[in-house]
Nanobody, 125 residues
Framework: VQLQASGRGLVQAGGSLKIACVAS????????IGWFRQAPGKEREFVSV????????LYEDSVKGRFTLSRNNAKNTVYLQMNNLKPEDTAVYYC???????????????????WGQGTLVTVSS
């Protein structure tokens, strides 16, 4: 099982960036794919997750309306489009896969069994 995050970058506040997570080694449809982020000196926090069937998507409140999560099953890829970026969005972004996620546990990082290596997003003010 492998998750490969890509799309690291440095952008100015108000700018946009799209990061991607390519999954391999497991049946994509059996897992929910989430994004978490970790800023220096802080805990890893939930950002967004997509689960299926039904393409249910959940966002953390601070990114709602600015970030959009989507998936391409044919490419086993989940994307996170980030618009109107703020300096406080600066972090290493990790994608993770979890099986059997339920509504009450989707924000809980301990429910995700597989993690990518992370990609750095830096937003300058």
């Amino acid at each position: 099982v492998q998750l490969q995050a890509s799309g690291r970058g440095l952008v100015q506040a108000g700018g946009s960036l799209k990061i991607a997570c390519v999954a391999s080694g497991f049946t994509f449809d059996d897992y929910g794919i989430g994004w978490f982020r970790q800023a220096p000196g802080k805990e890893r926090e939930f950002v967004s997750v997509i689960t299926w069937p039904g393409d249910s998507i959940l966002y953390e409140d601070s990114v709602k309306g600015r970030f959009t999560l989507s998936r391409n099953n044919a490419k086993n890829t989940v994307y996170l489009q980030m618009n109107n970026l703020k300096p406080e969005d600066t972090a290493v972004y990790y994608c993770a896969a979890g099986r059997g996620l339920i509504a009450s546990s989707r924000r809980d990082k301990t429910q995700y069994g597989y993690w990518g290596q992370g990609t750095l997003v830096t937003v300058s003010s």
